[in-house]
């Protein structure tokens, strides 16, 4: 059976994910990474965290496909949602990714990668559509993100029905945390569902190494003036949850 490797960048975001790992798993400390060799629901997978921003994606990425030879790749966390339907709580599945700080005008066009000619890297479209399956039937059952009790909490926050998305995610090394930058993201990418600091990165480097891989985000905040606030609020009530109910289920579909 494939590798699957199953990264996140933060500890609360693979928390539920390592706390279901089959018993006899190893971990393998490398580069400042603990990667835990094992299984999930009988599926051979390797979890890391990566790291935050593009440069600990892309080493992640090269690591798991060089040294631990997985044949495709999870990229799973809190995203901040950009475009107006998309709100806290919601999922996002990538279609393609877009590093937003790539910017090497007027030498190329702005975005793309120099002289590869692109600027955007899809996600593989069986994995993806795979994942997208899986977190609509856990968006649909109560208490969603599969953890009873939850709803409250996520309603708490101000979540109501969550919705799923699938489309651009842009990355970039960047919190964003002010309406003013939101905006002018928004405007100048106007499909731009939801920013990170990871996916793009790992999309280029998986792209390279011919590796499937998909990104599968919660959002976490609207990347305005309260994005802080609401981050760190949503990755510890809900974030671990989400990515471990939706990750599981697509493992237990295989
Ligand atoms: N990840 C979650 N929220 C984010 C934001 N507002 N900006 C960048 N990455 C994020």
């Given at each position: 059976?494939?590798?699957?490797?199953?990264?996140?960048?933060?500890?609360?975001?693979?928390?539920?994910?390592?706390?279901?790992?089959?018993?006899?798993?190893?971990?393998?400390a490398h580069a400042g990474r603990r990667f835990?060799?094992?299984?999930?629901?009988?599926?051979?997978?390797?979890?890391v965290l990566c790291g935050?921003?593009?440069?600990?994606?892309?080493?992640t990425?090269?690591l798991?496909?060089?040294?631990?030879?997985?044949?495709?790749?999870?990229?799973?966390?809190?995203?901040?949602?950009?475009?107006?339907?998309?709100?806290?709580?919601?999922?996002?599945?990538?279609?393609?990714?877009?590093?937003?700080?790539?910017?090497?005008?007027?030498?190329?066009?702005?975005?793309?990668?120099?002289?590869?000619?692109?600027?955007?890297?899809?996600?593989?479209?069986?994995?993806?559509?795979?994942?997208?399956?899986?977190?609509?039937?856990?968006?649909?059952?109560?208490?969603?993100?599969?953890?009873?009790?939850?709803?409250?909490?996520?309603?708490?926050?101000?979540?109501?029905?969550?919705?799923?998305?699938?489309?651009?995610?842009?990355?970039?090394?960047?919190?964003?945390?002010?309406?003013?930058?939101?905006?002018?993201?928004?405007?100048?990418?106007?499909?731009?569902?939801?920013?990170?600091?990871?996916?793009?990165?790992?999309?280029?480097?998986?792209?390279?190494?011919?590796?499937?891989?998909?990104?599968?985000?919660?959002?976490?905040?609207?990347?305005?003036?309260?994005?802080?606030?609401?981050?760190?609020?949503?990755?510890?009530?809900?974030?671990?949850?989400?990515?471990?109910?939706?990750?599981?289920?697509?493992?237990?579909?295989?």
């Amino acid at each position: 059976r494939p590798r699957t490797a199953i990264v996140a960048a933060m500890a609360q975001e693979l928390a539920a994910l390592l706390a279901h790992l089959d018993g006899d798993f190893t971990v393998q400390a490398h580069a400042g990474r603990r990667f835990h060799v094992g299984r999930l629901h009988g599926e051979p997978v390797v979890l890391v965290l990566c790291g935050i921003g593009k440069v600990a994606a892309a080493t992640t990425a090269v690591l798991l496909a060089e040294r631990y030879g997985v044949q495709r790749l999870v990229f799973t966390g809190v995203a901040g949602g950009l475009a107006p339907g998309v709100r806290v709580g919601d999922v996002v599945v990538a279609g393609s990714l877009l590093q937003h700080d790539m910017d090497a005008s007027p030498l190329f066009p702005r975005w793309e990668v120099p002289l590869t000619g692109r600027s955007e890297f899809a996600a593989d479209a069986p994995l993806s559509e795979a994942l997208a399956a899986a977190a609509a039937q856990v968006l649909a059952e109560p208490g969603h993100y599969g953890a009873a009790g939850l709803s409250d909490e996520v309603h708490a926050l101000g979540v109501h029905e969550p919705a799923l998305h699938q489309g651009l995610i842009v990355s970039g090394d960047r919190f964003v945390s002010s309406a003013g930058e939101s905006v002018a993201l928004q405007a100048a990418l106007p499909a731009a569902l939801a920013v990170e600091m990871e996916g793009a990165a790992l999309a280029q480097v998986c792209h390279d190494l011919g590796l499937p891989f998909a990104v599968l985000r919660t959002i976490s905040d609207r990347a305005d003036d309260s994005a802080h606030v609401d981050f760190m609020r949503f990755i510890e009530v809900v974030a671990s949850h989400a990515s471990a109910a939706i990750v599981g289920r697509w493992l237990q579909s295989l």
